[in-house]
């Protein structure tokens, strides 16, 4: 009789998702003769590959020092977790918002299992390389105790966080280092029909592009945009006074992806000054080609002739000339006279005659064709590649973050909330509920940009950020006093608390316009595993052999192992949870949680009975889920023989999947 599988720092449920593995396993699907006893035959896949393969040594292809490690770093496994802050959390029940403190590349890894094809929309503004902003060194061996280190969180070094020098040999290698193995695995997270959005300036455009297409695939850039933020140019510029920055737009499948636009602003729809006798607003388009290829030899089958009946008000089409006097005949003229086109072809004009009208326009003295152009369900403002609209402009972030109570010296140049809100209305649909994600989330200008078009235009919209906790420069009289105003920020002077207060400030003015699961965020911070590793420290047998019976580290709560197993099970963190009690025969209660209407249950409480795993038997036979995987404390069973019956009673009940952590 098998026993119940224990999670263990090397389990598969212990880690975030190996890629490494997941591709070797998509490449079985696509090419199974290509294994040979569980390796890849390179060879053979060359062969099956044929003339696509070149491996020849001058083919065109982008490197730099580092980026065999970078693409490792990429595919390593965290060991990390989430640990879930319900304290500073606003309406930590019901919200589906995510905040995450912690180092962005460890968060995307534990992120992959229960986010992957999941986020539509990408907004990141990431360090533009400027030689003073921070770059974080990534470590391929421990990066979360690399991560805790650089952040202060385990020791009192005076660890500083670094800066990429352009004194540096390696200036744009440390970037590229940087930014790779967090947009490939950003990539991954992207639904198949999601667009990523990338703020940029001059100094990495180029490699931005670069490392963009060889993670993404040329074919999916979308486009670059030149966002005016400062028209009137950066004073302090030597030679050329920049007014613009960059933003690159990439789908993670350009055949699927779905882009929108803006909505009509008021120069637009103030054209539409007619109103027919439904109330509906519309505007007279002449329906005569204008511009490039207007004549009739362009596009002959775009020339035919519309005739009106004045006398009974009927319009006909035909691509012959009718000879009736009593018929006014309509044909696209030219304003020299000669032939033109209309717009539509026979067929079009054949099936939408009710949507145009005859008129004459006394100014040409002919005859024209004109369409009813209605300003419901005008389709969105195609965005164009310059962005020169006012909401863009870099004082408009400063004035939006002095309007919430900040002092503008705790936060240089936050983003304005017009640049990101434009670009969430490109990057998704109207109707549709779908989550945004920021991973280099600075002040939270994406999070506010996404609650007030959820407040404003009744959107669907989600958001996790995630932003490492950077100390905010406190050196300077201006800082000190600018971040005394709040308690949070004084006690821990990071720009995550900037962050939270920023959510929570903005929460309270829109709560009353959002739905319930928009209003808060759930907080969550990186840290190491609650799984206890085995240490083998000799000095101290004794004690590793106590401890060796405990597999949960000391200090770590029942939410923090919960949200663990979310995580390397592939829950989304804001999947509901409903804690049930579970009662022995002695009348002690045992508190469950369940998951997912039933999908997990996993019960972490001590002296565990046989009565108490029969009550988890009756629990899933009451919610009837399609499957039910089920989670125990492994030192919680009262005792050995509980322990061997345990999976024998629920297998009974139809649970097969059960383990313990």
Known sequence: MSGIDKITGSSPEAKSLDITQQNIEQLKQLFPDVFSENKIDFEALKTALGEAVDDSEERYNFTWHG????????????????????????????????????????????????????????????????????????????????????????????????????????????????????????????????????????????????????????????????????????????????????????????????????????????????????????????????????????????????????????????????????????????????????????????????????????????????????????????????????????????????????????????????????????????????????????????SHAVIQLNADKKRKLKYICIQLPEPIDSNSKDNIEAISFCDSIKKNRVITEITKERLKRVNKIYQDNLYESQIGFKVFRLDQTNIRPWDANFENLELVLQQATESIKTGRSRNDVLYEIFLKYGYELTTPVDTETVTDSLGNERQVFVVGAGALIVCLDDEITVEVVEGIAKLKEELDPETTQVVFKDAGFADSNVKANAIQILKQAGIDDVKSI
């Not at 490792?72 to 304290?87: A, H, K």
């Not at 060194?137 to 979360?144: L, P, T």
């Not at 030149?226 to 350009?254: C, M, Q, W």
């Open 67 to 446: 980026k065999t490690k970078a693409r490792q770093i990429s595919q390593t496994p965290s060991t990390g977790t989430l640990r879930p802050c319900i304290e500073e959390s606003v309406n930590w029940d019901t919200t589906e918002n995510l905040f995450i403190e912690g180092d962005n590349l460890e968060v995307l890894k534990l992120l992959q299992k229960s986010y992957h094809n999941k986020v539509k929309m990408i907004y990141i503004d990431p360090p533009y390389n400027t030689g003073k902003d921070f770059v974080y060194k990534d470590n391929f061996h421990n990066n979360i105790q690399n991560y805790l280190e650089q952040t202060g969180q385990v020791d009192n070094k005076g660890n500083k966080l670094s800066t990429n020098s352009d004194m540096s040999g390696r200036y744009h290698s440390n970037w590229l280092n940087m930014i790779y193995p967090r947009l490939k695995l950003a990539r991954n997270l992207l639904t198949d029909n999601g667009v990523i959005f990338i703020s940029i300036d001059h100094n990495e455009i180029h490699n931005l592009n670069a490392v963009v297409s060889d993670i993404f695939g040329e074919i999916n850039i979308l486009g670059l945009i030149a966002n005016v933020n400062n028209p009137k140019g950066r004073s302090d510029d030597k030679f050329i006074a920049t007014a613009h920055e960059y933003i690159l737009v990439v789908a993670k499948n350009v055949t699927k992806a779905e882009t929108y636009g803006f909505e009509a602003e008021e120069h637009i729809t103030k054209r539409y000054s007619k109103v027919d006798d439904r109330g509906k607003a519309y505007r007279e388009i002449d329906l005569r080609k204008t511009g490039d290829s207007d004549k009739r030899e362009d596009r002959p089958d775009m020339f035919y002739y519309f005739y009106f009946d004045q006398e009974k008000s009927n319009l006909t089409v035909s691509k012959q000339r009718v000879c009736d006097t009593k018929l006014i005949e309509i044909y696209p003229q030219k304003d020299d006279g000669s032939d033109g086109r209309w717009r539509w072809g026979f067929d079009t004009a054949t099936k939408r005659l009710n949507d145009v009208f005859p008129k004459f326009m006394p100014n040409k003295k002919i005859w024209g064709i004109m369409e009813k152009d209605y300003l419901e369900g005008r389709p969105p403002v195609k965005p164009t590649s310059s962005w020169t609209h006012k909401d863009v402009n870099s004082e408009r972030g400063s004035e939006q973050f002095i309007d919430l109570g900040f002092n503008k010296e705790v936060f240089s140049r936050p983003k304005p909330i017009g640049t990101i809100s434009r670009c969430i209305q490109v990057g998704t649909l109207p109707e549709e509920e779908c989550i945004v994600l920021d991973f280099f989330a600075g002040s939270g200008t994406t």
